[in-house]
Antibody
Framework: EVQLLESGGGLVQPGGSLRLSCAAS????????MSWVRQAPGKGLEWVST????????YYTDSVKGRFTISRDNSKNTLSLQMNSLRVEDAAVYYC??????????????WGQGALVTVSS | DIQLTQSPSFLSASIGDRVTLTCRAS??????LAWYQQKPGKAPKLLIY???TLQSGVPSRFSGSGSGTEFTLTISSLQPEDFATYYC??????????FGQGTTVEIK
């Protein structure tokens, strides 16, 4: 059974840092690119970042470039998102998502349950 | 960046109704359009990708069609478990992979 379990969410002050992790199981982790997608309270989905299966390529939405870093440890089946210089507008549920195998471009075919990030003073 | 506009934003329908949701792109994206379903408090679920291919396990009452800049998601006979918010996402041009603003389907 495919499982994606996010952790590391919480309350942080503006300007602070937080690191999200996503533990993957039930599939061959190093075969799939992975993404983070967020959803602010009562709002729609927003793609944040994607990392290729080998970690050789990373992509970010403009609003987080230079502040967030996506990484993965294929030996530990773990995806991470280091978030620095957090802003009030970064507050959201952050979902870890698996991109489907095969021909690119790939859609997110499995999602974790989400980690809540609150940015407030 | 490619913009996606979903219509309507809100739809009220009855059990058994046929409903059609639309997603319009600011430029051609055939066939790299995905549809997701999200229920309150839950993670999104991939229904269709690419534009007309139903994902494994998704009921056949769901179907996707379209090309170029206009795409539709149709539910042939609305069931109680289908009341949710539906998002389209383009994967043709990245980054960014953009989502539409969503269509919420509620019970009339």
């Amino acid at each position: 059974e495919v499982q994606l379990l996010e952790s590391g969410g919480g309350l942080v002050q503006p300007g602070g840092s937080l690191r999200l992790s996503c533990a993957a199981s039930g599939f061959t982790f190093n075969n799939n690119a992975m993404s983070w997608v967020r959803q602010a309270p009562g709002k729609g989905l927003e793609w944040v970042s994607t990392i290729s299966a080998s970690a050789g390529s990373t992509y970010y939405t403009d609003s987080v470039k230079g502040r967030f870093t996506i990484s993965r440890d294929n030996s530990k089946n773990t995806l991470s998102l280091q978030m620095n210089s957090l802003r009030v507008e970064d507050a959201a549920v952050y979902y870890c998502a698996r991109l489907s195998e095969g021909a690119a471009p790939a859609a997110a075919d499995f999602w974790g349950q989400g980690a809540l990030v609150t940015v407030s003073s | 960046d490619i913009q996606l506009t979903q219509s309507p934003s809100f739809l009220s329908a009855s059990i058994g109704d046929r409903v059609t949701l639309t997603c319009r792109a600011s430029q051609g994206i055939t066939p790299y359009l995905a549809w997701y379903q999200q229920k309150p408090g839950k993670a999104p679920k991939l229904l269709i990708y690419p534009a007309s291919t139903l994902q494994s396990g998704v009921p056949s009452r769901f179907s996707g069609s379209g090309s170029g800049t206009e795409f539709t998601l149709t539910i042939s006979s609305l069931q109680p478990e289908d009341f949710a918010t539906y998002y389209c996402q383009q994967l043709n041009s990245f980054p960014p992979w953009t989502f539409g603003q969503g269509t919420t389907v509620e019970i009339k």
